[in-house]
């Protein structure tokens, strides 16, 4: 079910200017740093430890931007999914809970800086992120959001319900906005991001997976199929695609299959009604709605379903109703000319996690869906922690060991169908 076909062309690969693949890896070699996984985490992980001057070796099981962060819907938002500031304080504690939402309150401008400092065209468009609500209930959650992000001193707006309805192109009652935050192609952003670490000296081999860890004199030793890594320190970022190399590491996410559909380009005309300067959105559904323009002005959404037969026709078929439903100056379904699904990883508390597996062995990432701008900030992070540039405590979340989700194969077929329940409330509310 979570299997995705990561070789055919999707929307942001057939828009990104294609990448020389690096080779895979044969023999045995050394380093210092290992890193295990090629998304947005893996990349960012292995610039934090080369910029603490460390030699950094990077091994991707298929392509660079094949899983989560190459297929993703390109949302890089400031703001935790679920949580407001005081509610991380409260489940961190003051000195992480602060940490954490700094981390969160300035990830945005991380990635975004990060796509500056290597001049990696990404199509970024930082024009912002909107939050708009469609209840009362989500109305007084928004308004909560924004309050507390901006006791905490982050750029943010509210805006009522005119100008959050003309904002966006559809009525709502109100909204606010992160002004930090906006939307990228993230395929070429994964793709920009590893060729830029590679300037700076990171060694990637791609076509590379990790089959077995083996304690070694000093670190670990790392087998693939054609040769072996021995590394001081060893970063896992496999996110939802984590296998049995370490044991038990799998059963501590759970992997959600959602796609991505995108329309033809949209007319001018049209464009100045909907999503007007551009910004990223996502409402407040419970089967969560988001969108935001492509470099060619298509615009891209997506969904998930219960049942995965005949997804494509269907998922197309879905979209179009729901684009339909909600943006007016479409007059009717628009064309769905792109569709394609990936995995991302959730956890029951919804928050990322660093878990130590061992001395010298350590695993960041699990973001439920709101990874991309948070993998940059704590991935660089991540490499800083491995060359002990930070320890443990100095980390912006709690270490901790393996967290394994109770009743695992369950939690997994649960949360998988859960949107069809968060459907049922989205009506009745
Ligand atoms: C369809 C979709 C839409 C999304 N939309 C958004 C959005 O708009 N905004 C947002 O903030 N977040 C979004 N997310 C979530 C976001 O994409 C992820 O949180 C983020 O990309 C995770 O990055 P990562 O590097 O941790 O994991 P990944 O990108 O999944 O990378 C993990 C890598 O590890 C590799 N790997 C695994 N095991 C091994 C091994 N044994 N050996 C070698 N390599 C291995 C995999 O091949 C993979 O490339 C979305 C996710 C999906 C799937």
């Not at 304080?89 to 401008?109: P, S």
């Not at 995108?262 to 409402?283: C, M, R, W, Y």
């Amino acid at each position: 079910m979570f299997e995705v076909d990561w070789k055919t062309p999707h929307l942001w690969r057939k828009t990104t200017v294609a990448r020389k693949t690096s080779p895979a890896l044969t023999g045995d070699i050394e380093t210092e740093v290992l890193v295990v996984g090629g998304g947005f985490t893996g990349l960012a992980s292995a610039l934090g430890a080369r910029d603490s001057g460390a030699g950094v070796v990077l091994l991707e099981g298929n392509e660079i931007g094949s899983a989560a962060s190459g297929r993703n819907n390109g949302l890089v938002i400031s703001h935790h999914s679920k949580a407001s500031p005081s509610e991380l304080e409260k489940a961190y504690g003051k000195i992480h809970g602060d940490r954490f939402n700094t981390l969160v309150a300035g990830a945005a401008d991380v990635a975004f800086g990060l796509m500056q400092r290597f001049g990696i065209n990404a199509h970024q468009v930082q024009q912002g992120w909107i939050q708009p609500a469609h209840t009362e209930a989500t109305h007084a959650r928004a308004r909560q959001f924004h309050d507390e992000w901006r006791a905490f001193g982050a750029h943010v707006s509210w805006f009522d319900r005119d100008e959050v309805s003309r904002r966006v192109g559809s009525r709502y009652l109100g909204g606010w906005m992160v002004h930090n935050s906006g939307h990228i192609n993230p395929f070429a952003m994964t793709v920009g991001l590893a060729d830029a670490i590679e300037r700076e000296g990171v060694h990637i081999f791609e076509n590379t997976r990790c089959l077995r860890l083996e304690k070694a004199e000093r670190g670990w030793r790392v087998y693939t199929a054609a040769g072996s890594v021995t590394a001081r320190e060893v970063v896992l970022a496999t996110n939802a695609l984590t296998d049995d190399l370490w044991p038990g590491l799998k059963r501590t996410l759970i992997p959600m299959k959602v796609f991505q559909a995108a329309t033809e380009p949209l007319a001018d005309d049209i464009k100045a009604q909907i999503l007007v300067g551009n910004p990223a959105v996502s409402d407040m559904h419970n089967d969560l709605r988001y969108f935001h323009y492509d470099c060619d002005g298509r615009l891209v959404s997506g969904a998930t379903h219960t049942f995965w037969h005949d997804e494509d026709r269907r998922g197309r078929a879905k979209v179009a109703r729901m684009l339909a439903g909600t943006f007016k100056p479409l007059g009717g379904e628009p064309r769905i000319t792109e569709y394609w699904s990936g995995t991302f990883a959730v956890v029951p508390n919804l928050k990322p996690h660093l878990y130590r597996l061992a001395p010298g062995l350590v695993f960041g990432g699990l973001y439920s869906g709101r990874g991309v701008a948070l993998s940059m900030a704590l991935g660089q992070e991540m490499g800083r922690w491995a060359t002990g540039r930070r320890t443990d405590a100095d980390m912006p979340l709690p270490v901790t060991s393996m967290q394994p989700i109770a009743f695992h194969p369950v939690a997994v077929q649960v949360a998988n169908r859960m949107h069809a329940w968060n459907r049922m409330k989205d009506r009745r509310a």
